[in-house]
């Protein structure tokens, strides 16, 4: 499965190494997945749900959530996939992200989280802050988390089963590099960052007017 994933990313031209990043979280990356180049390929996005489904075929699931947006599109894919596998109806609901960066569900999605055993799956995690908040909302709505899931931890070491307080696996690990903006070697070689890909952009502009 390990193998598989990082063909799939491979293919939709997702992986890049051996560059300066900025991430979601404003850590500094060495190596960046831009997850966007996978979401156009639906067959490719529908074998990563497929995977999903697969791992977590013999959990009690009732609903699959993720966080907005690329969590939206992956919940969708793994519902499926699981519902045809169960033979029952499994349900995709996401949070949305708050203007003070929370993830909470809107829509009414809460009311089908209480009383149900939820997956909550991701596509990637460097510092798992966006999917603590999911669990925080599916536990606020009264659910049941089964198992947190996400297609590519790129951090093990400070993304793990004790650092987000629930059930935690992964479809492949990707180790990648990541410092705060203070400890990154990278900045310290003067090594541009990338303005292409990942926030390097924002964070070059932030910057510059924080002057």
């Known amino acids: ?35 966007d180049a996978l979401y156009i390929h639906t067959n490719l996005v529908s074998r990563v749900g497929e995977l999903f489904a697969q791992k977590n075929k013999d959990l009690d699931i ?38 003070d960066k929370n993830q909470v569900f809107t829509r009414g999605y809460d009311k089908f989280i209480k009383g149900k055993n939820i997956l909550i799956v991701e596509d990637l995690t460097t510092t798992g802050g966006s999917v603590k908040k999911v669990i925080g909302s599916v536990k606020k709505a009264g659910g049941k988390i089964t198992n947190v899931c996400v297609m590519a931890n790129r951090d093990p070491i400070l993304v793990n089963e ?30 541009p960052i990338n303005t292409t890909l990942g926030h390097g952009k924002k964070y070059l502009k932030t910057k510059l007017a924080n002057k």
């Open 1 to 35: 499965m390990t193998d598989e994933v990082l063909e799939l990313l491979k293919k939709s031209n997702a992986l890049t190494t051996n560059d300066h990043f900025v991430g979601t979280s404003g850590r500094h990356l060495d190596t960046y997945i831009n997850k």
């Open 62 to 99: 009732d609903v699959v959530a993720g966080p907005a947006l690329g969590g939206i599109i992956l919940s969708q894919w793994t519902a499926h996939h699981l519902s045809r596998l169960k033979n029952k109806e499994i349900l995709s609901v996401y949070t949305e992200k708050t203007p």
């Open 162 to 191: 004790k650092t987000i307080g629930s059930p935690f696996s992964s479809l492949t690990i990707i180790n990648a590099k990541s410092w705060d903006e203070k400890n990154c070697p990278l900045c310290k070689k003067n090594k």
